[in-house]
């Protein structure tokens, strides 16, 4: 028989715990991005101030048709967190991590024609993760059928050797079966013993830049008949950890130009459709961006099969804290079960260069810390010895105090407060991290630069990533928040030992608030809603060729985001418009990639000096406020290759959707976050306009949500209406059928603007 996979979408109705009635939902769900905001609610900030505990109940009534030698499963991508799973009213299973995936088998509870699924979700215990988690089956479920004695996919193992044009495969399997593949045009034969050596010449090699696949297919046959088979998409490619050198990723220097995520897309909670992180992965691609660290747990397959198509390095890791936070309730008991699901899951893809295995633990660098480190290390290097497998260190280091972490409220304050505890001599520091770079592969660093030349000295044959550093300030050997204006992700450029860097964060996301209003981290290069920030440029000229150049000038006027300290940055925004001052010179930022830049303000020129004579590649300076347009012109070898205009607005004003917006839906059901902007009448953004625009979907548009990009307000976001922030909105929306749809937006004052979409 052929397999049989399917997505379990709709048909689920949800009901929490303390109400009677279910209503109708679809999947992906997250409950509790609709949760009232409660600023006093214990544990608030690191939840949004949402008040989304509590227990959920999810059910689902289907038909089957049971047949003989088939083996019916449910394959759950997620559920946050604590499931519980009956069919028929008989308990199979459940999942206590809430970023696992994880299969039941559920043939001996199916019943030929009607079902029911019930599925309990546990969101009552406290403390929930540090950043948003969200709450409900937020991931997609897919029912399979497969034979009896069929393949199991977690069982697959394909290794690769890239030599002088060619590669051979080896497709393992955990047990002696017959096996064959197929890849390309060529078939092996069957081979009996379990595994089978497939070879391709003048291979195509997968990398960030060509993320080219490979279609695989394993057989599993039997007494000459085909049993089972299994379609996957591979990439080739070779990939070295140099000591002294760095990085090289088929036989070419690599750099990981990196940013941190989370898995919360604001608006939609966690509950993200792939279409949506494909978007926000095309921002990154055009930032640069080359590298992902999946912040701090396993991500959804989708997300990962585009990391794979569209071309990612990753980072992948599978929990924050150990024996103490959010995970200290389950670490005992379950870390080997969710550290073997995300290795068994993920081993076979191109996109994962590296596994983490804790970031910022509590103990860090002391005998009971460096005991599990061996212990979760060995256990990824039994199922994968391919990969290099590390840990991310904060840059706290503390004396053995003899106090049970697990028994501490607030573990991330515990583990970053400088106290009576605190390790301050350099040599001391470094110590503690010799001992952690004797287990770990590479020495990965959470805002560590200050160190980098010691860390080497101790460790001379270890490569070092920044797995996390600031977006614009870099730290001091004594002081780490010293507000050094030498942007961190320079670092990499002056040390061979260094492979790259993650900024933290690549998007805005919901928790980890510094203080009520305030909702959740914006301190990112990117706001929730996917609107660039000034940093967003200024590493975009570091990371990328194609000629750019960027203005923008410090504007204080549009208020506070509530940033924590060091992960700031000065407020540059990209306008010319200063009503308020009359003849006052204004400070401005360039950035670009570029040899040399010409700035026109009105058509009188000013001069500037080349990028590389100002530090951090950045050219700053002062123009005298007139209305009217600012010109940059950047120049290679003496040639113009790259513009940009910064004009003043001028009423009357109107609202009008970003060309970029204008995007195909594939099929019905996707989802589009679209951005609309107050301009002129001659398209020039107005970032002061207030007010607050609603929208309206006609035919086969509906509209879903809404974002603005700012977390500091209390609007819920699973409404038409929002008020603008820096002159824009942004809202969500899904293709419902065919025909024809229309977004209407409204704004009172302003000339309404619509998009009409053609579906078929």
Known sequence: MERVEREWITGWEFSKENERAYHAVELPHDWAVDAPFCPEIEGGASQGYRDRWGIGWYRKRFQAA??????????????????????????????????????IDITPFLEAGENEIRIRVDNSVRPSDRWYSGAGIYRKVWWQERPYGGLQDEKIDIQTVIEEGRALIRVGYDEEIPLRVKLADQESPISPGGYVLVEVKNPRLWSAEDPYLYDLVIERWNDREKIDSVHQKIGLRQIEWR?????????????????????????????????????????????????????????????????????????????????????????????????????????????????????????????????????????????????????????????????????VKDIQKFVDEEDDLEIYDPAEKIERIRKIGQIVDVISCNYQEPWYEAIHEAMPDKLILGTEVYPYFLGDQNQLQNFTVQNPSLVPLMYPYVVGSMIWTGYDYLGEAMQY????????????????????????????????????????????????????????????????????????????????????????????????????????????????????????????????????????????????????????????????????????????????????????????????????????????????????????????????????????????????????
């Not at 088939?70 to 394959?75: E, R």
């Not at 009956?86 to 994880?102: C, D, E, H, I, L």
């Not at 977390?711 to 293709?735: C, I």
Request: proline share 5%; with cysteine; aromatic share 12%.
């Open 517 to 760: 209003p305030s909702k959740g981290w914006s301190g990112s290069l990117l706001r929730s809603n996917g609107v660039p920030r000034g940093t967003y440029y200024q590493i975009q000229s570091y990371w990328t060729d194609k000629p750019m150049v960027h203005f923008a000038v410090l504007d204080y006027s549009m208020g506070t985001e509530c940033v924590k300290e060091h992960w700031d940055s000065p407020p540059y925004l990209t306008h010319w418009d200063f009503p308020q001052y009359l003849r006052a010179v204004i400070p401005y930022r360039v950035v670009t990639n570029c040899e040399e830049v010409v700035l026109y303000l009105n058509d009188k020129r000013y001069i500037l000096p080349r990028p590389a004579e100002c530090p951090n590649h950045v050219i700053s300076g002062f123009l005298p406020y007139t209305p009217g347009t600012v010109r940059l012109v950047g120049y290679r070898k003496g040639r113009a290759v790259c513009e940009q205009k910064i004009t003043t607005p001028i009423a009357p004003y109107r609202l009008q959707f970003e060309d970029e917006a204008l995007r195909v839906f594939l099929h019905k059901g996707e989802e589009r976050l679209l951005h609309i902007r107050v301009t002129d009448q001659q398209g020039v953004p107005c970032i002061r306009a207030e007010g607050r625009v609603s929208f309206r979907g006609e035919g086969a548009l509906r509209v879903l949500a809404v974002d603005n990009g700012s977390l500091l307000e209390d609007e819920p976001y699973h409404q038409t209406s929002v008020s603008l922030y820096q002159g824009g909105a942004s809202v969500l929306v899904r293709r419902e059928s065919d025909g024809q749809g229309i977004l209407h937006a409204e704004c009172e004052g302003l000339q309404e603007a619509k998009l009409i979409f053609v579906f078929s």
């Open 66 to 103: 049971k047949k003989p030698g088939v083996q019916y499963a449910l394959y759950f991508d997620g559920i946050y967190e604590n499931s519980t799973i009956w069919v028929n009213g008989r308990k199979t299973g459940g999942r206590k991590y809430g970023y696992s995936s994880f299969r």
């Open 243 to 407: 000591p002294q050198e760095g990085l090289w990723i088929n036989g070419k220097h690599t750099l990981l130009r990196g940013v941190c995520l989370h898995q919360d897309v604001a608006c939609c909670g966690i509950a993200v459709k792939k279409e949506l992180w494909r978007d926000r992965l095309q921002k990154l691609k055009k930032l640069g961006c080359n590298a992902l660290r999946l912040a701090h747990h396993p991500f959804s397959r989708e997300f990962l099969d585009l990391c794979d198509e569209m071309g990612f390095y990753v980072y992948e890791e599978c929990f924050d804290k150990w024996t103490s936070g959010a995970y200290g309730r389950y670490f005992g008991t379950e870390w080997k079960r969710d550290l073997d699901a995300m290795v068994l899951r993920d081993r076979n893809r191109p996109s994962i260069i590296m596994w983490g295995v804790g970031n910022e633990v509590e103990n860090q660098g002391q005998a009971s810390m460096l005991d599990h480190l061996k212990d979760l290390v060995y256990a990824v290097k039994d199922l994968d010895g391919t990969r290099p497998v590390t840990y991310a260190m904060n840059p706290h280091f503390k004396r053995e105090s003899g106090i049970d972490a697990s028994k």
